[in-house]
């Protein structure tokens, strides 16, 4: 199969995206795991700056597209708050948890967000994609496991466990937050659909 020269440029700037992205999560994860471990305990400081970068630069991208809420502006709240939930928690257990553990935890979201999906989309999934998630949830077993050893052997400034039950609440969150955002446009579609559906109805009564 040939590939086409600007197909291979937009999959490598995806590629780089991609790992930009990951990069800078690992940073934020880091830093999080450095101000905790200087007893500095402010998630939500933390996560506004974040959230204000966003809002400074999408909020005018909206405005000067002059683009109308599709969606009733209280599922856009709603989603914000969960979202917003689930990095609090996150950023919160750092002060429990490893930075270790913390980052794998955070995978649990795949978890959660098969599951949403399933009921809420309807999507289905491969026996292989199965198999692929239950080895992900074998290996965050053994983390949590790791982090059940003995008193002794931990940081006495840590409480891992409850650490790692912050980070799967929040990723509990996090896949509600995403499963959300993917159910408007699936809204979007239905709603074009009917109207499109309305529209060839009243062609052929003409």
């Known amino acids: 199969m040939e590939v086409k020269g600007n197909d291979l440029w937009g999959l490598l700037l995806v590629l780089l995206l991609g790992q930009f992205v990951a990069f800078s999560m690992a940073a934020a994860s880091f830093t999080s795991s450095l101000i905790a471990n200087l007893g500095v305990?402010?998630?939500l400081t933390q996560s506004f700056f974040a959230y204000l970068l966003?809002?400074?630069?999408?909020?005018?991208?909206?405005?000067?597209?002059?683009?109308?809420?599709?969606?009733?502006?209280y599922w856009y709240l709603a989603l914000?708050?969960?979202?917003?939930?689930?990095?609090?928690?996150?950023?919160?257990?750092?002060?429990?948890?490893?930075?270790?553990?913390?980052?794998?935890?955070?995978?649990?979201?795949?978890?959660?967000?098969?599951?949403?999906?399933?009921?809420?989309?309807?999507?289905?999934y491969s026996f292989w994609q199965f198999a692929g998630a239950g080895t992900c949830v074998a290996?965050?077993?053994?983390?949590?496991?790791?982090?059940?050893?003995?008193?002794?052997?931990?940081?006495?400034?840590?409480?891992?466990?409850?650490?790692?039950?912050?980070?799967?609440?929040?990723t509990v969150c996090f896949a509600f937050s995403n499963v959300g955002e993917m159910k408007i446009p699936w809204r979007?579609?239905?709603?074009?659909?009917?109207?499109?559906?309305?529209?060839?109805?009243?062609?052929i009564l003409q």
């Open 54 to 73: 966003l809002t400074l630069v999408y909020v005018p991208i909206v405005l000067r597209r002059r683009q109308k809420l599709q969606i009733s502006w």
């Open 188 to 203: 979007l579609k239905e709603y074009i659909g009917a109207g499109l559906q309305r529209q060839e109805k009243a062609e």
């Open 80 to 124: 914000a708050f969960i979202d917003v939930q689930g990095n609090y928690l996150v950023v919160k257990a750092y002060q429990y948890s490893y930075i270790t553990s913390v980052t794998l935890l955070d995978c649990w979201t795949v978890v959660w967000a098969i599951i949403l999906t399933w009921y809420a989309l309807g999507t289905r």
């Open 41 to 43: 305990d402010t998630p």
């Open 139 to 170: 290996g965050l077993a053994l983390v949590l496991l790791s982090d059940a050893k003995s008193p002794d052997e931990q940081d006495p400034s840590k409480i891992p466990l409850l650490g790692d039950a912050l980070v799967i609440a929040g």
